[in-house]
C-alpha cells in the first residue's frame, strides 16, 4: 500500500492512534498540552522528563506505553540545541517514521508542539523518508515475524492556511523524492533507459506535461555522437527524456534541469575494480533527481516554465565499445578525445547541455553522480557545486541550503583548463586524477552557449554506503529538493 498523509488540528491527548510521536527540543518541559497528554501516561512523562531519562537530543527517541485505546503509545523524540526549522523536524520525523517502522504500528501522528508552518513541511518530507523501503524484490517474512509497514501518517498542526500549503508542499516533495529513490534503488536490470521513458511519461499524462522521446537513430540524426559512444557497447536503446511544464507564459525562459542516467556503469573499456561495483546502480541518481523534481513542480504549480532533460543509457564493455584514444563528435560540432571510458557521464551530458540551448534557457542546472573526485574532497555531506557565474552559484547554494541538502563552492579557474587539452581534438574527456571534478565540470562548460550553467556533483550525497540513523543507506532523495527549491525561489521572485 502507498504512503498516504493527512492533517490534522486535533488536541493530541484526544487522539486514537496506534502511535503518537512528540518531538521536543533538548532539555524539554512540560507545557500545558504535554501536560494533558501526560494524565493520559499516569505521570509516566513528567517523571521521565524529571528523572533527564529523555534529554531531546538529536535523534534521541524513548517509547512510552499507553493504554489499550486513545494513544497507545507515545514516542518521544529528540531535535536537538538547534534552532526549530523545516530541516531539524524533517530530521526528527524521520526517526519517529523509522521508529514506528520497527514498531509494526502501520500508523503514525506526529506533533511538533509549537511548531510552525516551515516545520509541518519539514514533518512531511522526513516522515516519508523515514517510511521509505523498496521491498519489491523480497521475500516476505513468515506472518509471525511481519511488521505493518508505516501507511498512514498524519500531522497535527493548527488549522491555518500557511501550514496547509506547507503539508501541500511537503506532500508533493516527498512524492517526487519517492520516484528519485525507487529508480535509484531498483536494480540496473529493473531500471534500464526505457524505465525513464516510462516514468516520464506517467508524469507527463498526470501533470499535463509535454514531453519528448528520443532513441539512438533520432539522437544520431543530432549528431549526438557524444551520448552515442557510452551506449554503443549495449544493445538496449538509449533514451533522452525531456519534460516541459509550463507555469507562466510562452514567452518566459525556462529553468532547465538536465540530469545523469547511466542505469548501470561497468566503466566500458577501462573497466572498474569489481569490488562494490553493485554500487554503480546509483550512477543514474542524477537523472532520478531530475525525474523527481518534475513530479514535485507538477504537484506544486508554480508559475514559472521548467524543462527536465534526462539522458540515460548503460556503460559497457563489448566489441562494440568505445575505447581509449578514440575521438568522437559531440552534437555541437566539437571533438573529444576518449582518454578514459569510465569518464562516461560527462559525454552524455555534453550533448544534452547543447539540446538545452534549444528551450532558450534562463539558466540550466544539472546533476550527477560524476566523479570519485568529489568525495574524496567533500566526503558525504555536501554537494559539489560548480559554476563560472558566481551568482548563480550563490542562488543554487541557497536553494541547497533551504532543502537540507548544503553544497559547497568549487573553483573552475582557466589554469585548470589547461589538464582537458587535446593533442589530436578539440579537448580530452579526462585532465587526470589531479582536480578530477574541477575538470570534470570544466569539460561540461565546454558545452554550454548562452545561457547561465550550474553543475552539481551528487557522487558523494545522492546515496549512502552506510546507514545514516535518520534514514537507511541506499538512496537519499538528493538532489530533488535542491532542484525544487530553485525553482520556487525563481517563481516567487
Sequence with gaps: MPLTF????TAPASLETPLLAVVLPSEPTL???LTALDGLLHGALMRTLAR???RGGRDESLLLVGGEQGVQRVLLVGRGTAPLSRIGARRAAAVAARQAGK?????????LPGGDAASVEGLVIGAAAGSWGYPDLQTPPPERDRRARVEQVTIIAPDSEAARAAFAAGVAVAEGQAIAKRLGQMPGNYCTPETFAEVGRDIATRHGMGITVLGRKEMADLGMGAFLCVAQGTPQEPRLVALEYRGAGADQRPVVLIGKGLCFDTGGISIKPAPEMEWMKFDMSGAGGVMGAMEAIGRLKPAINVVGIIGSTTNMPSGEAVKPGDVVRASNGKTIEIINTDAEGRLVLADLLVFAKRYNPSIALDAATLTGAIVI?????AVGVFSTDRTAADEVLAA??????????????DEYREQIKSDVADVKNTGGRAAGSITAALFLQE???????VHLDVAGTAYSQSDLGWIPKGPTGTPVGTFVEFVRARART
Design 6 to 9: 493527512s492533517l490534522a488540528a
Design 31 to 33: 507545557t500545558d498540552e
Design 52 to 54: 533527564r531519562d529523555f
Design 103 to 111: 514498531l509494526g504500528t502501520g500508523a503514525l501522528h506526529l506533533w
Design 377 to 381: 574532497g567533500l566526503g558525504q555531506h
Design 400 to 413: 541547497g541550503e533551504a532543502a537540507g541538502e548544503p553544497g559547497w563552492p568549487m573553483p573552475m579557474w
Design 447 to 453: 558545452f554550454v552557449d548562452g545561457f547561465p550553467f
